[in-house]
């Protein structure tokens, strides 16, 4: 598999998608993507924009062109796109339970040092 098909394949899966639904979506059949997943066969530039604009990824991301160590992992990407989706009341909700959550694991790790020095 090339970097292209494994990207193409766990974006899909990290949105929930088969192959026929991205296929629809795109407007091609199911075996010519699934051959773009395989690896057998590579879409133009024309569909990789497409394909990008489907899954709301740059090219470079699909390509996996990484000029740093900050690219975000197809579960953190589909995490972030449903956050944008919420009302602005449910990011607030959202940001204070991480912030809760953050603030209870650091609570647990100073707890698990001070027992680890005794």
Do not use: C, H
């Amino acid at each position: 598999m090339t970097e292209l098909s494994k990207n193409l394949q766990s974006i899909r899966v990290a949105r929930g998608l088969r192959q026929q639904d991205v296929a629809d979506r795109l407007s091609i059949s199911r075996a010519t993507y699934a051959n773009y997943e395989a690896g057998q066969r590579s879409p133009n530039n024309v569909m990789l924009m497409k394909i990008a604009a489907l899954f709301q990824v740059r090219v470079d991301d699909l390509l996996g062109f990484q000029p740093d160590d900050s690219r975000l992992l197809p579960k953190e990407i589909s995490l972030l796109e449903r956050y944008r989706r919420l009302p602005a009341d449910k990011q607030e909700f959202f940001s204070r339970l991480v912030d809760f959550e953050l603030q209870e694991n650091l609570k647990v790790d100073s707890k698990k040092a001070s027992f680890s020095k005794k």
